[in-house]
């Protein structure tokens, strides 16, 4: 009644791995071997070893924001190749071709997934038909793409987007600055904040005056090559992920000539992580924790409870240090930090043990942050 054959399935599964967005480094390799054996009441040799190996790593592809084109003919977007083979630290161009319906304007997204997992990346696509007798003059110069004018818009700005990052429920500031790039004539501008959060972005106006003024839309007069400040607020009302844009329009020019219209897109999150330690002294400053019967040959301990009371998840690193203002790192054989770096949940905690073999003294930091910004860091 035994089966003649049967199936072994081997299940791997990667360590966790934490690293900045700047340090994947290499893929990992494991290696391993299943051997099969006899089972008997003698010595058990071995019928058939098979070799297993794994590799683990994160694959990040680098690609462009969004293409904006231009074509008199008809047609749709494609890309050229569909599929491609990319090594570590290689580059391959990808052609995307793009035929407008005559008198449209075509928007689609270009999907570049990476096989056989992810992760996923989407370019949009833009693509507007350009009529024979239409003006050089009459080109948004803001938009720069094959068939379009490449000048310097009249317009410039110094941040391209504004995320605020965490910010707990109340409001947070941050200024963007426009210059005026003629030489010749004053700019009007018109400014709109919508979206689908855009109860929580306001403009601040009035710098000057005692009563601040907030708003989500407004008027700018702008002389030639002028910086004017644009104060705008986050104020976060819930625990959650919120996003608008900033319209800015050029106002006051003839219908003939349509003025400059770009978008400022601006992101941000309600709630913080907040990070203490339980049951230490504290001082100005900082904690302090006792390592107890430190002698030379001994092993000490300590316990260090890592509470989170924020409303954000938190990644907390822990580093030992001999001299902070050299960043001198001490040697693990000295002090271990076990564990080093976790990722701790809101309101949870976490236990961190110190062990030292030396009478040495050293100094732990601990760097924290919210873990949703490391996460839309890495990304």
């Known amino acids: 009644q035994d089966p003649a054959t049967f199936l072994v399935w081997v299940h791997f599964k990667a360590p966790e791995k934490y690293a900045s967005a700047g340090e994947l480094g290499p893929a990992d390799e494991f290696i391993a071997r299943v051997d099969v054996e006899l089972d008997s009441p003698g010595p058990n040799h071995v019928i058939f070893s098979v070799p297993l190996s794994a590799r683990c790593g994160t694959a990040r592809v680098h690609a462009p924001k969004d293409l904006q084109v231009s074509s008199d003919d008809e047609g749709s977007f494609s890309v050229t190749p569909e599929e491609l083979l990319l090594r570590v630290g290689e580059e391959q161009e990808i052609s995307v071709t793009f035929k407008a319906q005559a008198n449209k ?8 997934l990476v096989l056989p997992s992810g992760p996923q990346y989407e370019v949009t696509l833009k693509g ?21 004018s490449k000048d310097i818009p009249p317009i410039l700005s110094n941040k391209q987007f504004i995320a605020w990052g965490g910010v707990t429920l109340g409001r947070a500031q941050q200024k963007l600055v426009l210059r005026n790039n003629s030489n010749n004539s004053t700019q009007q501008l018109r400014l709109l904040i919508r979206g689908q959060d855009q109860d929580c972005f306001q403009q601040l106006q009035s710098m000057f005056s005692p009563e601040e003024r907030l708003t989500r839309h407004g008027e700018l007069s702008i002389r030639p090559r002028e910086d004017v400040a644009v104060h705008l ?21 003839r219908p003939s000539q349509p003025g400059v219209k770009f978008t400022i897109p601006l992101s941000g999150y309600g709630g913080t992580s907040n990070i203490i330690l339980e049951d230490q002294r504290k001082q100005a400053d900082s904690y ?37 203002q050299t960043r001198s790192v001490l040697q693990p054989s000295v002090i271990s930090l076990a564990p080093s770096q976790f990722v701790l949940k809101e309101r949870t905690q976490e236990v961190n043990l110190c062990q030292s073999s030396s ?16 996460q839309q860091f890495r990304r």
């Open 233 to 253: 607020l986050f104020a976060p009302t819930r625990v959650a992920s919120m996003l608008a844009k900033l319209e800015i329009k050029q106002s006051g020019v």
């Open 128 to 148: 507007t038909v350009v009529p024979e007798d239409y003006g050089k003059s009459a080109i948004p110069s803001a938009v720069a793409g094959p068939g379009l």
């Open 105 to 112: 304007k075509c928007r689609d997204l270009l999907t570049i």
């Open 359 to 374: 009478p040495l003294l050293a100094t732990v930091y601990l760097f924290c942050g919210d873990e949703l910004s490391r």
């Open 288 to 324: 302090v924790a006792t390592l107890t019967d430190i002698a030379v040959g001994r092993v000490s301990k300590v316990c260090l409870c890592v509470r989170n009371t924020g409303s954000r998840a938190a990644f907390i690193k822990a580093v030992a240090f001999t001299d902070m």
